[in-house]
């Protein structure tokens, strides 16, 4: 691995931007924040999550649909920025930029991901270890002269000791057993048009109250069969975007 890699924490937050004035989920929906959360923050538009705690995904998504916004809740939140989608430089120089904007700002909600120059394979490794055993997913790898593009780029790239994709639920399979009167696996469609179950992953709260048919689910996988089928699917959580009642103009 190369030097010139910057390596980051992979998070397990909710997914959002800021556009210099509010902030937007993925879905494009405006997230009803506080106006003490986004005081002072910088125009230039930042890419990033909001995030609590490791394991905290559905707390945050739950603080951040409510409305009106629960100031208790959001004090527990911060967003952690990884880009600057509006700088036109590379990834070091936005990284630069951005660790200078953000401080200036003096607001202990808004913050810069920690990142971390590569120095090669074997401490690239061992930071991924560290970062599992302490319970976190992988880590998300930016070469210095990336420049900024939406969505996956060859120069933007995860690194896990396992994959993870998302599907729609399209069923329940019955539970037996322990799990009678309950759900025992959700039936899945991948994008392709590939049908498969998922058993394992769910709490048992989950199983009483399954994921809403058509909701779309975040799964843990190691490969895939010979039928080219998810192996050892574990369901990790709704993936849904947050959304408001306020739509972008």
Not at 35 to 46: D, K, M
Request: no cysteine; proline share 6%.
């Amino acid at each position: 691995m190369s030097p010139a890699t910057w390596s980051a924490k992979k998070l397990d937050g909710v997914r959002a931007r800021w556009d210099g004035s509010k902030l937007i989920s993925r879905a494009g929906h405006v997230i009803p924040a506080p106006v003490w959360f986004t005081q002072q923050w910088p125009q230039q538009p930042l890419d990033g999550e909001l995030w609590s705690s490791r394991s905290n995904f559905d707390a945050i998504s739950a603080t951040i649909r409510r409305t009106p916004a629960d100031d208790e809740q959001w004090r527990t939140l911060r967003f952690m920025a990884f880009d600057l989608p509006a700088h036109p430089g590379t990834f070091e120089q936005r990284l630069a930029t951005m660790r200078g904007v953000v401080h200036g700002t003096g607001n202990s909600h808004l913050a810069v991901i920690a990142q971390q120059r590569v120095v090669d394979t074997a401490s690239l490794h061992a930071q991924l270890r560290q970062v599992v055993a302490a319970g976190g997913e992988g880590l998300m790898l930016h070469h210095q002269d990336n420049r900024y593009l939406p969505g996956r780029s060859e120069g933007l790239l995860k690194l896990k000791p396992f994959e993870d994709t998302e599907a729609r639920v399209v069923g329940y399979v019955t539970g037996k057993g322990k799990y009678e009167g309950m759900v025992g696996a959700l039936q899945m469609q991948a994008d392709d048009g590939r049908r498969f179950r998922i058993g394992s992953g769910l709490s048992d709260a989950q199983r009483a109250n399954p994921p809403a048919i058509g909701s779309l689910v975040t799964y843990r996988y190691n490969g895939l069969t010979v039928h080219g089928l998810p192996r050892f699917a574990r369901f990790l959580r709704v993936r849904e975007e947050a959304t408001s009642t306020s739509p972008i103009p």
